[in-house]
């Protein structure tokens, strides 16, 4: 088992930042690829970005590339997101996501187990 808790999220103007965080706890969590999601009111959840368990490759959704960056940190159990220059179209809930990919990674939902209980970001034009 794996247990996520997400923090970091709340109310931010346009063009401005938030570093959401995601603590881990459970397994070795070196061990895990470690994604971000986010899901709008009336529509469907979506692939934000992907770090592997190495700090090595990150992968981007095509909307928050050059905007957003992934990090994790393997000896404090903790992946970062942070997000700058924020659009109203962020607005969401962001949920952290852990799957056992052996340095691969993926952006389908459905492969990622583990899930963090989400945070909210709402970005005000």
């Known amino acids: 088992q794996v247990q996520l808790v997400e923090s970091g999220g709340g109310l931010v103007q346009a063009g401005g930042s938030l570093r959401l965080s995601c603590a881990a706890s459970g397994r070795t969590f070196s061990d895990y690829t470690m994604g971000w999601f986010r899901q709008a009111p009336g529509k469907e959840r979506e692939f934000v970005a992907a770090i592997t368990w190495s700090v090595g490759p990150t992968y981007y959704s095509d909307s928050v590339k050059g905007r957003f960056t992934i990090s994790r940190d393997n000896a404090n159990n903790t992946v970062y997101l942070q997000m700058n220059s924020l659009k109203p179209e962020d607005t969401a809930v962001y949920y952290c996501?852990?799957?056992?990919?052996?340095?691969?990674?993926?952006?389908?939902?459905?492969?990622?187990?583990?899930w963090g209980q989400g945070t909210q970001v709402t970005v005000s034009s």
């Open positions: 996501a852990a799957a056992r990919l052996y340095g691969s990674w993926t952006p389908r939902d459905s492969a990622y187990r583990y």
